[in-house]
């Protein structure tokens, strides 16, 4: 067994956890070092809404082509924490429905299938949205249980050999006697100790948090912390994923999920995301814009607000018009730093085509062939990550 | 800005295989933050060594069960006007019933093994996803959604019966039980729960559907499920040779 490469892994969001699953498919020692809980970061905090891709097919084309071929294999392979029902995009306004033709384009383009309802067929599906819509477009959206989706993962490659060590916080990325980075000390927050841990390869799938794991050997990245708000009403006024149909603004996402509705989101930029507050102007905004969508929210009681704090890839410009697909950094081409891979970026619905990118780059530098197999392996039980 | 509530919050704290001791730290908080938001902020500014279990923050993934002035509580949705006042003192402990690894994280481990041999699948369809005795939703379109369980443990810690036998199987996995066997008949499920550690350790506290944050009514789901097992029971004795019977 002492043979097998091994990789350590830095955090156990999505990226972490579908990473872990996709090296031990491919035979790695894996072990995944997380300071908290499994997806207690950006992950578990996320809206929960599976891409099907549209609400990028004009503005990212790129990303929305991801979505839409991640979000099919995420409702084959993780179909036990997804409700898959569908979404509609909705024109409320005269400058929503100038924006059809783009969509309709963009849609077409990037592959996603798209129709469109009448606003008398759009009521029929779903009676709760705003009465005067003037035209709407199913999408094949879908919503998913944060946790459980991460967990599913990280089941499946417990499963396969994989350890997941939760509670250890690295405080130190250390290099060997060729420069390489290798080892690093972990801070157990069970016991109060520390731990060293050495492996072949490195990788940070720390998502927002990316840059201090980076900074700590003086390496480069370039994401941005950009948090957005979502509030959690209490009752499910609607069963598909409503989306206003416009360009991505604040508040044009309203997802069913169990019995409430999740409105979301906004977008801003912080410098350290450990803690983001979340402000009642930011609230109210939301309140106003699922208003908008599903006027009954406003005799709904609210349940829960939140934020999280999407890592965006900086690529000049700020903001919303930050690409939302994922990069991968090679720490030995950007810095001379041989033994540290970053992985950030992306969303929740990417996060297996992430780690399969991820995953090609590490075997290549382990001199390794094995093919990744993440798109045909159906996962584990999520409940057997506890076993 | 909101008028801010001087909060005196007590954690009970316990490193692994230590006894606990209590904590105090002195905050200011907006009454309308959650506890979960409280107790992350303490982690954020004041003691980086503080353990918690939590992820979704609004009430669907159910890891940030606690005991919050002796109730059980998701920290998550529970604003700190509705447990303390200006002033007031904030206790959080770990939930009851489960193997502490540190401060507020327990191991839940077990919990998930018997939630797992009872099958319960977390999506179903949308008139199979609720309390039975609820209506169905108002739509003729069939979907699917997530089912009310979170599996939080709130139900395992509050049940009297379950602080007396680590054993006992406890409310969620019961309850699981039930929703399965009313899904499927499957009599697996019903033989799972038909013992002394399951349907018949429950002396019918209802302690679990008080605190359960999720419409499951767990005890509901006991008591329903006793009947059905009673009724399966009596049509096993009553049988003639040789006649099939529904399970």
Redesign the interface.
């Known amino acids: 067994m002492n043979s097998r490469p091994s990789i350590l892994i830095i955090g156990a969001g999505f990226t972490g956890c579908a990473l872990a699953h996709d090296l031990s498919l491919r035979g790695v020692n894996v072990t995944v070092l997380e300071r908290?809980?499994?997806?207690?970061g950006t992950?578990?905090?996320t809206h929960?809404l599976l891409h099907s891709g549209a609400r990028y097919c004009v503005t990212d084309p790129e990303a929305a082509i991801e979505c839409i071929t991640e979000s099919r294999i995420l409702s084959q392979i993780a179909?036990?924490?997804?409700?898959?029902?569908g979404g509609l995009f909705v024109a409320l306004n005269d400058q929503d429905l100038a924006y059809s033709a783009a969509f309709e384009q963009g849609a077409q383009a990037t592959g996603i299938p798209i129709e469109r309802l009448s606003p008398q067929q759009a009521l029929q599906?779903e009676?709760n949205l705003n009465p005067n819509l003037l035209a709407a477009y199913t999408v094949p959206d879908g919503?998913f249980?944060?946790?459980?989706l991460?967990l599913a993962f990280a089941a499946t490659a417990r499963q396969n050999g994989a350890v997941f060590l939760t509670?250890h916080?690295v405080q130190a990325l250390h290099a060997d006697g060729q420069g390489r980075i290798t080892k690093l000390t972990a801070w157990n927050?069970?016991?109060?100790q520390q731990q060293t841990f050495t492996a072949d390869l490195i990788i940070s799938a720390t998502g927002a948090w990316a840059g201090q794991i980076a900074a700590m050997v003086g390496a480069s990245t370039v994401v941005k912390p950009t948090p957005g708000i979502?509030v959690?009403y209490n009752q499910?006024l609607v069963?598909h994923a409503i989306n206003r149909l416009c360009p991505p603004d604040d508040g044009d996402i309203l997802i069913?999920?169990?019995?409430?509705v999740?409105i979301g989101t906004t977008s801003f930029e912080v410098e350290n995301p450990?803690?983001i507050p979340?402000t009642?102007e930011q609230t109210e905004q939301m309140q106003r814009a699922a208003e908008a969508l599903v006027p009954a929210i406003a005799n709904t009681q609210r349940?829960?607000?939140?934020?999280s704090a999407r890592p965006l890839i900086v690529s000049g410009s700020s903001g919303r018009s930050l690409s939302r697909t994922f990069k991968c950094y090679d720490h030995e081409a950007l810095d001379g730093l041989p033994g540290l891979i970053t992985i950030t970026g992306g969303k929740a619905t990417t996060c297996r085509i992430m780690a399969e990118k991820t995953a090609d780059l590490a075997c290549q530098k382990l001199g390794l062939s094995a093919p990744c197999r993440t798109k045909d392996v159906p996962l584990r039980?999520?409940?057997?990550?506890?076993? | 800005m909101p008028t801010l509530w001087k909060i005196t919050l007590e954690i009970l704290r316990q490193r692994q295989n230590q006894p606990p001791h209590v904590e105090l730290f002195e905050l200011e908080v907006d009454p309308d933050e959650n506890v979960l938001d409280c107790i992350e902020r303490v982690w954020a500014f004041h003691d980086r060594s503080l353990t918690f279990r939590h992820a979704c923050h609004h009430s669907t993934c159910g890891a940030c069960g606690m005991r919050v002035n002796g109730v059980e509580k998701l920290t998550c949705i529970t604003p700190v006007r509705e447990v303390t006042h200006p002033n007031g003192v904030l206790r959080v402990e770990p939930l009851r019933n489960f193997p502490v690894l540190s401060d507020l994280v327990v191991d839940v481990s077990g919990f998930f093994q018997r939630m797992e041999q009872t099958q319960l699948s977390s999506i179903a369809p949308l008139s199979q996803a609720k309390l039975p005795f609820e209506p169905n939703p108002p739509t003729i379109w069939q979907g699917q959604r997530l089912i009310d369980c979170i599996e939080c443990g709130l139900c395992v810690s509050a049940c009297p019966a379950a602080n007396t036998s680590t054993s006992y199987f406890g409310p969620a996995v019961l309850a699981a039980a039930q929703h399965v066997y009313r899904q499927t008949n499957n009599p697996t499920v019903m033989q799972l729960v038909n013992c002394a550690d399951g349907l018949w350790r429950c002396h019918s506290a209802y302690e679990c559907s008080a605190v359960c944050p999720s419409n499951v009514d767990p005890a509901w789901r006991i008591m329903d499920m006793r009947r059905a097992t009673v009724a399966h029971s009596l049509r096993n004795i009553f049988k003639r040779p040789n006649q099939k019977v529904a399970p």
């Open positions: 908290g809980e499994i997806a207690s992950s578990g905090r929960g179909a036990q924490c997804i409700e898959y029902n599906r009676p919503t249980d944060p946790l459980r991460a509670h916080e927050r069970h016991t109060g979502m959690a499910r069963h069913p999920q169990r019995r409430m999740v450990d803690y979340i009642a349940r829960g607000v939140y934020m039980s999520y409940r057997l990550y506890y076993s």
